[in-house]
Structure formats: C-alpha cells, structure tokens
C-alpha cells in the first residue's frame, strides 16, 4: 500500500516562531489533506489540496504531487497551534476513496 | 455547516456488553466512514459506507457490525469487545466517494473493561 512519511516527528517552538511540516508519499494521490488534532481528539480540517496552494491566514500549504510531497507553513506560532497535525492521501480502492495518515508530527508552542 | 456529530463522546463498556456508536451529519454528504485511531497513532479506516451501501470493509472483526440506516445517520454496534478495542472511534463524512474532502466528527472515546 501506500506510504506516507512525515517529518519532523516532533517539534517545539517558541511562541512566534514559523515551522515547516513536510508529508512525503510514496504514489499518485487523488486527495490530499491536511489535519490538526487537538487534545481532545478533534481532528479540524486545514487544507484539502491535491495539488498548488492554498493559504489560510496564518497557515499556507503547498502540494507538488509530481515530486509527491506536500508542505505545511505555520507562521507566527502561537500556543493554540499546539498539537499534532497529520497529512492524509487518498486512492481510489475498490470503487472508494481510502485515506491513509501519516504518523503525524507533534507540535508544542511555549509562551 | 460542516457539522458531523457523534455520541456519546466517551463509553465504558464491559466485555460482555452490547453498544452502539452514533454518527450523524446534516451536509447532504453520501459517503461515511468509520476511523479508529489507538493512541499515539494515526487514525486506520474500518469501514466505508456509500449511498448506505458497504462499499469497504478493511477486514474488521465481526464483534465490530456497521450500520447505515440513512444517508444522514451512520451506527457502529459493539459487540463481545476486547480490551484492545479501547481507542478513539472517528466518524467522517464526504460529499461523494472519489477524490473529496472527507471532514470528521469529534469522536466516541470507548474504554473496555
């Protein structure tokens, strides 16, 4: 199946500071999302961006589905940002869309 | 409105119980799927339903019997559950099933005693 790999796996930054995440996969793609869980579980929506970009206030987010990696940019961090945020692929399997996450990456603003 | 509901939001339950889990959305969406997600790990598809059709079954034990009884309302009974069942159960929801975006309810919290 396909692989999904992002990085880094864990990240702690000072509040206002700016952050790269980056989601590699390892096949063509239909979907592609960008998720943030909050500590209670919630998984928000971000960004569905197959591909090009998108920017959402402080958050923007890049996909290059030709060299299979997506970026999320987060800049002026603030402490509500903290969490982990996965990227999602998904493939047409069996008639149906199939999301697959990758292990996520942790994010911890301090004030 | 991009609103997925579940209840409850936490469930204890025994090895010898029976329950259910509840989703709903209001977003006219006609594909809904089922996620666990154990913790410290991402979320892994359990099933997924179409028109209210099963259109994917990621070989789930059957102590776990979907159910869609309308394109708005999406069950997951539980049955005979294990201790390792104990996790975060995601509802989601999309418009179609290809290539659309799939947005998520807040989730049933299940602890087996």
């Known amino acids: 199946g396909i692989q999904v790999e992002q990085s880094p796996p864990d990240l702690i930054l000072q509040e206002g500071a700016n952050s790269t995440l980056r989601c590699n996969f390892s096949d063509s793609v239909n979907n592609l999302q960008w998720f943030h869980q909050n500590p209670w579980g919630q998984l928000i929506n971000l960004f569905y961006?197959?591909?090009g970009t998108k920017q959402n206030g402080r958050l923007s987010a890049t996909t290059v589905a030709t060299e299979r990696y997506s970026l999320l940019y987060i800049s002026s961090s603030q402490t509500t940002d903290s969490g982990v945020y996965f990227c999602a692929v998904g493939r047409i399997i069996q008639g149906a869309q199939k999301l697959v996450f990758g292990q996520g990456t942790r994010l911890t603003i301090n004030p | 409105d991009t609103e997925v509901t579940q209840t409850p939001k936490h469930l204890v339950m025994g090895m010898t119980n029976k329950k259910s889990l509840k989703c709903e959305q209001h977003?006219?969406?006609?594909?809904m799927y089922w996620y666990k997600q154990k913790a410290k790990k991402p979320p892994e598809l359990m099933f997924v339903y179409s028109y209210e059709k099963l259109s994917i079954n990621e070989s789930v034990p059957s102590r776990f019997s979907p159910e869609c009884p309308n394109s708005s309302l999406l069950n997951l009974h539980l049955h005979a559950l294990q201790p390792e069942d104990s996790a975060l159960y995601l509802c989601?929801?999309?418009?179609?099933?290809?290539?659309?975006?799939?947005?998520f309810g807040p989730g049933t919290r299940l602890t087996v005693l």
């Open positions: 989601a929801s999309s418009q179609g099933l290809l290539a659309n975006e799939q947005f």
């Open positions: 961006i197959p591909s």
């Open positions: 977003m006219g969406h006609r594909a």
